[in-house]
Structures are given as structure tokens and as C-alpha cells.
């Protein structure tokens, strides 16, 4: 077995926090919420409530990943995975810039998936704040907006709006399959935080600051989730 001393720095990998806590509890809680709110929007009826409950929760989680975003560990902030042309270019090249490291947290196309998916469901909670189906359920926001606009809103969420989200959700789970299938784990550190890397990539703050932090930010993404909640009442 070669000594690690005697190979090359890059060929000598060690483990390296790329997800912090945060990071992690916010994707498979959006996941879960997401996804309830998918299901019982298609069951309707009194499952409808609870669409309306999962729709609060998806409205803290995004604000919490809006603020984390800007003060999270390193490869979980929007300034780590700006998908430029430049950027991209250079990942689809394989020659990345001096200290770039365009694969340790969100690739290129990964980030631009990740916009994409994060667009599609600030536009899918902004519609259902505002919308109104003229029979039982309307959004807290619908009497912020003129009728015309809570009907559209209405229509983009109940269906293109739902359409875009699933078929991208969709496309995430067989990238992910895709990857897998390469030999590329994704979901492993999305789990325990951790990729094996080369010596000298700079990890993720996950410490106890960082996590006191989060749960400040969460509580008040909370908070703000649950005042929307009151506003139609």
C-alpha cells in the first residue's frame, strides 16, 4: 500500500465537511414537506388543511435557506455556487481556475438545478399565499391582491405551476440515480455532511456557533411562517 506521504497532494483524500447540519435538516425537511404538500393537494378535500400547514412550513424553510444562504458554511452560501457562463464553461472543460474547487459542493449544472428548483417554489408559495378557489380554501395573502390576480394565481399553482415543480423533482431524483449509477454519491453527504476530498479543500464551518446561529434563524423563519398563517383569518 503506497505511503500517503510519497503521493501527490491531490491523489491523497481525507474527509471533509461540505454540508453542515443546517444545510442537511433543510433538505430533507423541504423534501418532506414538499412533497406532503404535493400528495395532498391531490387527495383534496380535508387533506387540504394540511396543505395549507405543509405550504407554512415550506415558507419558513425557504426564508431560513434565503438567510443561510448568505451566512451558512462555506459550500452551502449562494456566493459557492453561482452558476456563471464562465464557470461552467470551465467545468464542462475540465480546467477549473487556480483554488477553484467546482465539485465539492453544488457543480455548474448542479447549481443551476438548485436556482431552478428554488425559483419554481418561491413561485409556487407566492401563488398559493395569494390564491382562491372560490369554494373553501383561500391563501392568507388573497385579499392583498385584486380578484383577477388571485384567479390567476390560482390557475398557475393548481397547474403549471404544480406541472414544472413535480417534472423538475423528477429530474432531481434520476440525476441523483444518474450520479449513483457513475459511481457518484450524493445523498451519502447530504446524510453524514462529509465527501472525501483532496487534502486542502477547504471544509464547512458545522460547529456549535454555527449551529446556535441556525436555530435563531429558523425560529425566527418560524415566527414569520406562523404570522403569514394569521393574516387570513
Known amino acids: 500500500m503506497p505511503d500517503p506521504a510519497t503521493l501527490p497532494a491531490a491523489a491523497v483524500t481525507v474527509p471533509v465537511r461540505v454540508w453542515d447540519l443546517p444545510t442537511r435538516l433543510f433538505h430533507w425537511l423541504l423534501a418532506v414537506a414538499v412533497v406532503g404538500c404535493i400528495v395532498t393537494a391531490e387527495i383534496g378535500g380535508n387533506a387540504m388543511v394540511w396543505h395549507f400547514r405543509l405550504g407554512y412550513v415550506v415558507l419558513a424553510l425557504l426564508a431560513f435557506r434565503l ?82 390576480t388571485g384567479l390567476a394565481a390560482t390557475s398557475y399553482h393548481s397547474g403549471w405551476g404544480r406541472t414544472l415543480l413535480i417534472a423538475l423533482l423528477v429530474l432531481h431524483v434520476l440525476a441523483v440515480v444518474a450520479y449513483r449509477l457513475r459511481g457518484r454519491d450524493l445523498i451519502g453527504p447530504m446524510l453524514h455532511g462529509d465527501k472525501r476530498l483532496p487534502a486542502g ?33
Open 67 to 148: 438567510l443561510w444562504g448568505l451566512c451558512g458554511g462555506r459550500w452551502s452560501r449562494f456566493a459557492s455556487f453561482v452558476p456563471t457562463p464562465a464557470r461552467l464553461l470551465r467545468y464542462l472543460r475540465g480546467r477549473p481556475a487556480p483554488g477553484e474547487h467546482l465539485d465539492v459542493g453544488h457543480s455548474p449544472p448542479g447549481a443551476l438545478a438548485v436556482w431552478a428548483l428554488l425559483a419554481l417554489l418561491l413561485a409556487q408559495l407566492g401563488t398559493g399565499l395569494v390564491a382562491d378557489d372560490e369554494i373553501a380554501f383561500r391563501g392568507p395573502l388573497n385579499a392583498w391582491v385584486a380578484v383577477d
Open 201 to 233: 479543500v477547504p471544509g464547512a464551518a458545522d460547529d456549535a456557533r454555527s449551529r446556535l446561529l441556525a436555530a435563531a434563524l429558523a425560529a425566527g423563519c418560524a415566527g414569520l411562517a406562523l404570522w403569514v398563517s394569521t393574516l387570513g383569518g
